[in-house]
C-alpha cells in the first residue's frame, strides 16, 4: 500500500512541474487573444480569397483555442494514450458524422448546392 | 461481511450469497450490487418482452386474413410501431449487456464490482423511468409514425403520443449510455491480476465494442429525438419541406444512431455464442485474436454503412454507392466469426444440452439472415425489396434467429449460475426445437411474401398473399409456445429445481470458479489468473478426470 | 492453479476510497476514464445540433448571414470571455486542491461559479431581447406590439416611452444598441428586417445563391431569374430556422451551465469541509473536465452563431 502512496505523489509532483500558475495565465492570454482576433478578422471580407474563408479562419481559431483548452486546463498532455484516444475518437466520430452525412448533400446532382 | 440475516433465516448451512445478502425491499431498490441490478433488469425486461410478444401476436392474428378485418389501419399502425419500440429500445437493446453483461462481466474478469456500482443502478431507474412514461403514452392511445418516427408525418401531422413516447426513449438511451460507459471503464481498469486484455472471454470483448457503440451513437438519437419533441412543440418545420425543412436530415440522423444500434443488439449475442460454441465442443475457440478484432471492426465499421437504410430515400445514388459497399466490406468480420465458431466445433466433443442448441440454431438463422442483408444492400436489388416484408424478414433473421436465441440460449447457459438451481433439461430441449421450428415457419414465408411484393406496415394485402400467411401465423402460434415454456420452467425451477454445483459442466471459466450463486463480493479471494481462455487442460486447474468420466468425452 | 490475494487484509483505507476499488490509483484512472467516456458522449450530442447547423447553414447561408447579424456579437464576445475566466479559475481551483489549500480553493470556486452565473445572465439579457425584437422563432412567443405605434414597454428597456407624436426614428435613437424601428406585432410573430433581404440582394445581384437559395427564398422560378422577386415569407421561414438552431443550441449549452454550476455548488461544499487535497482530489479534477467541455462548446457557438454574416456588412459594427 505504501507503495502506491509514493507513486501516487510522485505522479502528482510531475504534474505540478509542468504549469504553474504563470504557466495557466499565459494559455489563458492566448486563449482571450484568440477570442478578440476572431471577432475582429469577422468583420473583414475574406470572401474574396474563396468563398466560405471567413468561415474557415473562425474555425481554425476556435479549434486552436479548444486545443488549448483541452491539452492545458484539461491536462490531457500530461495523460496516457487511453486518454488521448478517448478524446481524440470523439472528434473523429464526430468528424465521420459530418462527412457521410454531407457527402450525401454535395453529390446530389440538384437543388442543394448546385447553381 | 457478516451477514446476521442469513444465519438467523435457516440459511445457515448455505454459504451467504448475494440473493440472501438482505432480504428487504430497500435491500434491492438501493442496491450497489451488479448480480441483484442485473436480476432486476431480467425481470422488467421479460415483462416487456412478452408485452412486444403481445403486439406481435396481435399482427399476426390481423394478417390471417386479406382484409384489415381484426383491426383498423390507424390501429394497426399503433401496433407494429409499439411493437417495434418496445421490442427494439426496451428488449433488444438493453436485455444482453444489462443482464448477462451486468452480472457476468465484473466476475469473468475478477472483480468485485463494476466500476460505478451506483451509476448502474442509475441506469436502471432511468429504464424504468423511460419504460414507464412509454408505457403511459401506449395506454393514452399510443403512437403511430413507426418506430422510425420519420418526418414529417411525426412532427406535423400525427396525432398521437409523439412527443411522450419519444422522451420515454430518450431517458432509456442515457441508461444504455451509462451502462457503456460503467463497461467501458471496467474493462479498462478492474481486470484482476494477470487477466490481460487477451486472456478476457470473448463475451467480454463483445460487450466492450457494444459499449463503444453506445456512447458514440446513443447520444445521436438523443438529440434527434430531443429535436422531434421540440419541433412537435414549436412547429417551425425544421423537418417539414413546405417551408424549406428537412425530411433526409431526419432519417441521416436517426440512422446514424439506429443502424449502429443493431450491432448493440448483436454483439453481446455474438459474444454469447462464442462462449456456448467453445464450451459445449469442450475446445478452445479457434481464432480468439479474430474474433476480438472483428468485434471491434464491427463496432467500427457499423457506423458507416447507415445510408443503406435510405436508398430510396432521395439521398444522392453517389452516397448509396459509398453505403452500398460499406455495407458489403461490415459483413466480413460478422462472417469471420461465423468461420472461426465452425472451426471450433470440428472435432470438438459437443454435448448437445440447451444452451448448445440455441447456439446452433443461431449459427444457422444468423447465416440466412446475414446473407439477406447482403442482398438489401445492394441497391440495384433494394429498390424492388424497400419496404417489403423481404426486410422485415431479414431482420427478424438476426433479430430473433440472431439476438433473441443467443439470449435464451445465454440465460440457459449461466441461469445456474445467476440461481443457484438447475433447470429441466428436457423441457429445455423441447422448447428450444419448438422455437427453432416455429420461428423458420413464421419468418422463412415472408421472404417469398416480400419477393413477391407484399408490402411492410399494412393491415390488408392482396389475396394471392393469404396462404403464406396463414403459414406465418401458424408459425408465429409454436414460437409463441416455445418463449412462453421457458418462463414456466424457468420459474419452476427456481422453487423446485435442483441446487446447481459452483461448475456443472466442469468448464475453465472464471465465473464457473465461484458459488452458484456468487456471494455479494463475487470471490472469497481476488483470483490470480495464469490461464489462457478457454483453456481445457490442466493448466487452467480444470479436473480433467472428473470431466471425463461425467461426460465421456474425449478431453 | 489459482493463487489468490485475500481481499479481507486489512489495510489503509485513504479517504473517499470506494469499496470496488482495490487502490486509489485504480478510482482515480477509473473515473478519470469515465468523464472522458462521458464527454465523448457528450461530444456526440452537442454534434448532431453542429450536424443540424451544417446542412441548414450550407442551403440558406444569406439567411444564416441575415439572422446572425441580429444577434449581438458584443454579448456574444463578452460571455465568451467570460467563461475563458472562468475556465482559468477552475483550473487553478483544480492547482490549489492538487497543492491541499482550502482556503484559495474555496475562493476560486466561488469565483467560477460568479462567471457561470453572469453568463447566463447576459444569455437571459440575449435572449430577453429576442423576445422584443421579435426574433423568437414560434409565432406567439414574441412579445406583442399593438398597433398604433405606442408601446408598453418595461423601464429597463427604453430611457423613455415613445409617444404617438415621435417618429420611428427618434424612437429608435433612445435605444441603446439597436438601430431598427420598433414595428408593431400585435400577435407576437417572428419578423425579420428589410436590411435582412438587403443581403439576399446582393448575393442575388453578385450570384453567389446556392441551388437550395433559388427555390428557397422565391416562389415559382423567380430565383433562376436574374431580378427575381424575393419572396419574403419564404425568406422569414429560413432565417426562422436559423433562430430555431440558435435557440436550441445555445438553450441547450445553458442547461449544461447550470448542470455545472450545480456541480460547482457541491463541489464548493466538499471543499469547504476541507475534503480535497494533495492525497484526494480527483473530484474536482473530474468537474473542472466537465466545465472545460462546456466552455469548449461555447467557444465554437460563438463563432458560428455570431460572427457569420458580419463580413457582410461593409466594416461590420451594428
Known amino acids: 500500500m505504501a507503495e502506491q502512496h509514493n507513486t501516487h505523489s510522485k505522479a502528482q509532483e510531475e504534474h505540478e512541474e509542468h504549469i504553474g500558475i504563470p504557466g495557466y495565465l499565459v494559455i489563458f492570454g492566448i486563449l482571450v487573444v484568440g477570442t478578440i482576433l476572431t471577432y475582429f478578422v469577422a468583420t473583414i471580407d475574406l470572401d474574396w480569397i474563396f468563398p466560405g474563408a471567413n468561415t474557415l479562419v473562425a474555425l481554425l481559431i476556435a479549434f486552436t483555442k479548444m486545443t488549448f483548452v483541452v491539452l492545458y486546463f484539461m491536462h490531457v498532455r500530461w495523460q496516457s494514450r487511453l486518454i488521448w484516444l478517448t478524446a481524440l475518437s470523439g472528434f473523429f466520430w464526430l468528424a465521420i458524422m459530418f462527412a457521410f452525412i454531407m457527402q450525401d448533400y454535395l453529390t446530389r446532382t440538384s437543388g442543394t448546392f448546385t447553381n | 461481511m457478516q451477514n446476521v440475516d442469513a444465519i438467523d433465516s435457516g440459511y445457515a448451512e448455505k454459504p451467504v450469497n448475494y440473493l440472501t445478502n438482505g432480504y428487504t425491499v430497500k435491500s434491492w431498490l438501493l442496491t450497489k450490487d451488479h448480480k441483484r441490478i442485473a436480476i432486476m433488469y431480467l425481470i422488467v425486461v421479460s415483462i416487456f418482452f412478452m408485452m412486444g410478444g403481445l403486439y406481435a401476436a396481435t399482427i399476426r392474428l390481423e394478417l390471417l386474413t386479406p382484409q384489415s378485418d381484426l383491426l383498423q389501419s390507424g390501429t394497426y399502425n399503433k401496433v407494429f410501431t409499439q411493437h417495434g419500440i418496445l421490442m427494439i429500445f426496451f428488449f433488444l437493446i438493453p436485455s444482453i449487456p444489462a443482464i448477462l453483461g451486468n452480472f457476468l462481466i465484473p466476475i469473468m474478469i475478477g472483480a468485485k464490482d463494476l466500476a460505478f456500482p451506483k451509476v448502474n443502478l442509475l441506469s436502471w431507474y432511468l429504464y424504468m423511468i423511460g419504460g414507464a412514461l412509454t408505457l403511459w403514452a401506449l395506454m393514452q392511445g399510443g403512437v403511430d409514425t413507426g418506430w422510425t418516427f ?251 434467429g440472431g439476438q433473441v436465441i443467443a439470449y435464451l440460449g445465454g440465460i440457459h447457459y449461466w441461469w445456474s449460475k445467476m440461481t443457484g438451481k438447475m433447470y429441466s433439461e428436457f423441457w429445455g430441449k423441447i422448447s428450444a426445437m419448438l422455437v427453432f421450428v416455429g420461428f423458420n415457419l413464421t419468418f422463412f414465408p415472408q421472404f417469398i411474401l416480400g419477393y413477391q411484393g407484399m408490402p411492410r406496415r399494412y393491415a390488408s394485402y392482396p389475396e394471392e398473399f393469404q396462404v403464406l400467411n396463414i403459414f406465418s401465423t401458424a408459425g408465429a402460434s409454436v414460437l409463441g409456445v416455445g418463449l412462453v415454456m421457458p418462463v414456466v420452467y424457468l420459474a419452476h425451477s427456481l422453487i423446485w429445481g435442483k441446487d446447481a454445483p459452483a461448475n456443472p459442466w466442469l468448464l475453465p471459466g472464471l465465473e464457473w470458479r465461484t458459488a452458484s450463486p456468487p456471494p455479494t463480493e463475487n470471490f472469497e479471494e481476488t483470483p490470480i489468473v495464469t490461464w489462457e481462455a478457454y483453456d481445457f487442460t490442466e493448466e487452467s486447474g480444470l479436473d480433467l478426470e472428473d470431466a471425463r468420466n461425467k461426460y465421456k468425452v474425449t478431453v | 492453479m489459482a493463487h489468490a490475494v485475500d481481499t479481507h487484509e486489512h489495510h489503509y483505507h485513504p479517504p473517499g476510497l470506494q469499496h470496488q476499488f482495490e487502490d486509489m490509483k485504480q478510482q482515480e484512472e477509473s473515473v478519470s476514464i469515465g468523464m472522458w467516456v462521458f464527454l465523448v458522449q457528450e461530444i456526440m450530442f452537442f454534434g448532431g445540433l453542429f450536424t443540424v447547423y451544417l446542412v441548414f447553414r450550407s442551403r440558406f447561408p444569406m439567411a444564416f448571414a441575415a439572422g446572425s447579424n441580429h444577434l449581438d456579437a458584443f454579448w456574444g464576445g463578452l460571455n465568451t470571455l467570460v467563461l475563458i475566466v472562468s475556465s482559468l479559475t477552475m483550473a487553478l481551483t483544480v492547482y490549489y486542491a492538487q497543492k491541499g489549500n482550502r482556503n484559495m480553493q474555496v475562493i476560486l470556486i466561488i469565483l467560477t461559479m460568479f462567471f457561470g452565473t453572469v453568463f447566463l445572465g447576459v444569455k437571459a439579457i440575449e435572449y430577453t431581447d429576442k423576445y422584443n425584437h421579435g426574433t423568437v422563432p414560434v409565432d406567439g412567443w414574441n412579445k406583442r406590439i399593438p398597433e398604433g405605434g405606442t408601446q408598453h414597454s418595461s423601464p429597463a428597456e427604453h430611457s423613455t416611452l415613445t409617444l404617438p407624436f415621435e417618429t420611428k426614428a427618434s424612437a429608435a435613437d433612445a435605444e441603446p444598441h439597436e438601430s431598427e424601428a420598433v414595428h408593431p406585432n400585435p400577435q407576437g410573430r417572428f419578423r425579420i428586417e428589410d436590411k435582412d433581404l438587403e443581403l439576399v440582394k446582393q448575393a442575388q445581384e453578385g450570384n453567389y445563391l446556392t441551388g437550395s437559395e433559388k427555390i428557397g427564398y422565391f416562389s415559382n422560378g423567380q430565383g433562376s431569374l436574374p431580378n427575381g422577386q424575393i419572396d419574403e415569407a419564404k425568406f422569414r421561414d429560413k432565417v426562422r430556422i436559423f433562430f430555431w438552431i440558435y435557440f436550441v443550441m445555445t438553450g441547450l449549452h445553458a442547461l449544461h451551465m447550470i448542470i455545472g454550476l450545480g456541480v460547482m455548488l457541491w463541489l464548493l461544499w466538499r471543499a469547504w469541509l476541507g475534503s480535497y487535497t494533495a492525497e484526494y482530489f480527483s473530484p474536482v479534477e473530474t468537474a473542472g473536465l466537465y466545465w472545460h467541455f462546456v466552455d469548449i462548446v461555447w467557444i465554437f457557438l460563438f463563432p458560428l452563431l455570431y460572427l457569420l454574416g458580419r463580413h457582410f456588412l461593409h466594416g461590420g459594427g451594428h
Open chain 2, 150 to 400: 420519420y418526418t414529417p408525418y411525426s412532427t406535423t401531422f400525427s396525432n398521437s403520443y409523439v412527443m411522450a413516447v419519444g422522451l420515454g426513449i430518450f431517458i432509456n438511451g442515457f441508461s444504455s449510455i451509462l451502462t457503456g460507459l460503467n463497461f467501458i471503464v471496467t474493462i479498462h481498469t478492474m481486470r484482476a491480476p494477470g487477466m490481460t486484455w487477451f486472456r478476457m472471454p470473448l463475451f467480454v470483448w463483445a460487450h466492450y465494442a457494444t459499449s463503444l457503440i453506445m456512447i458514440l451513437g446513443t447520444p445521436v438519437i438523443a438529440i434527434t429525438i430531443l429535436l422531434l419533441a421540440i419541433e412537435r412543440l414549436a412547429q417551425i418545420g425544421i423537418f417539414d419541406p413546405a417551408i424549406g425543412g428537412d425530411p433526409i436530415l431526419f432519417q441521416h440522423l436517426f440512422w446514424f444512431y439506429s443502424h449502429p444500434a443493431v450491432y448493440i443488439m448483436i454483439l453481446p449475442g455474438m459474444g454469447v455464442i462464442s462462449e456456448l460454441i467453445s464450451n459445449f465442443s469442450r475446445k478452445k475457440i479457434f481464432g480468439y485474436e479474430f474474433i476480438a478484432f472483428s468485434s471491434i471492426a464491427i463496432a467500427v465499421f457499423g457506423f458507416l454503412v447507415w445510408g443503406h437504410h435510405m436508398f430510396v430515400s432521395g439521398q444522392s445514388t453517389y452516397a448509396g454507392l459509398v453505403f452500398s459497399f460499406l455495407t458489403m466490406v461490415v459483413a466480413v468480420p460478422s462472417a469471420i466469426k461465423m468461420f472461426n465458431w465452425t472451426a471450433t466445433l470440428y472435432k470438438g466433443s459437443i454435448l448437445f444440452d440447451t444452451p448448445m442448441l440455441y447456439a446452433l440454431g443461431f449459427m444457422g438463422l444468423f447465416l440466412i439472415g446475414g446473407l439477406t442483408g447482403l442482398f438489401l444492400g445492394s441497391m440495384g436489388l433494394v429498390v424492388h425489396l424497400t419496404d417489403t416484408y423481404f426486410v422485415v424478414a431479414h431482420f427478424h433473421y438476426v433479430m430473433v
